[in-house]
T-cell receptor, first 112, second 112 residues
């Protein structure tokens, strides 16, 4: 079945440093979504990417979808303590499977 | 306010005692699903429902049952809970299976 690999599993950064998490799929995705889960909270939708090579920005967050639609990245510029949490990507193959497959997430810690 | 409501938030039970975790959404979403979250394993889908009376197995359905008699409700049933079902459970709903998912607050289940 489809696999979505996410790296790194953990990332510790000094406040103000940049952060990137990567997501790779074993199959071509029709779209990819990103979620953030704060400690003790529930996943919250951040964004959905659909087009090959798509780049979207939300303030300090930049999301990219690869040209082959098999990988994606989330980059945070100048991290803040409010960025702490686990970031998940989720993809669907669009091939008759009615499920989102989540990556295992990247847990971000920000040292003040 | 648009929301997904799960109950209970916390539950400690004994092996073999049937339990139900309720999930309700007020957004008229057709797609609902249940996930379990375990350390290092990310979010894994248990069951999903495309619409009323339409349910299907996710990636880890063993030991669980669901029903979808009404559009807004999607309860998760553990007929005979076992300690390996100790986990954090999330219900989610979305307009379609590959659109933005709204998650409930989570249910932390401990089976002793």
């Amino acid at each position: 079945g489809q696999q979505v690999m996410q790296i790194p599993q953990y990332q510790h950064v000094q406040e103000g440093e940049d952060f990137t998490t990567y997501c790779n799929s074993s199959t071509t995705l029709s779209n990819i979504q990103w979620y953030k889960q704060r400690p003790g909270g529930h996943p919250v939708f951040l964004i959905q990417l659909v087009k090959s090579g798509e780049v979207k920005k939300q303030k300090r967050l930049t999301f990219q979808f690869g040209e082959a639609k098999k990988n994606s990245s989330l980059h945070i510029t100048a991290t803040q303590t409010t960025d702490v949490g686990t970031y998940f990507c989720a993809g669907d193959s669009g091939a008759g499977s009615y499920q989102l497959t989540f990556g295992k997430g990247t847990k971000l810690s920000v040292i003040p | 306010e648009a929301q997904v409501t799960q109950n209970p938030r916390y539950l400690i039970t004994v092996t073999g005692k049937k339990l139900t975790v309720t999930c309700s959404q007020n957004m008229n979403h057709e797609y609902m699903s249940w996930y379990r979250q375990d350390p290092g394993l990310g979010l894994r889908q248990i069951y999903y429902s495309m619409n009323v009376e339409v349910t299907d197995k996710g990636d880890v359905p063993e030991g669980y049952k669901v029903s979808r008699k009404e559009k807004r409700n999607f309860p998760l049933i553990l007929e005979s809970p076992s300690p390996n079902q100790t986990s954090l459970y999330f219900c989610a709903s979305s307009l379609a299976w590959n659109t933005e998912a709204f998650f409930g607050q989570g249910t932390r289940l401990t089976v002793v």
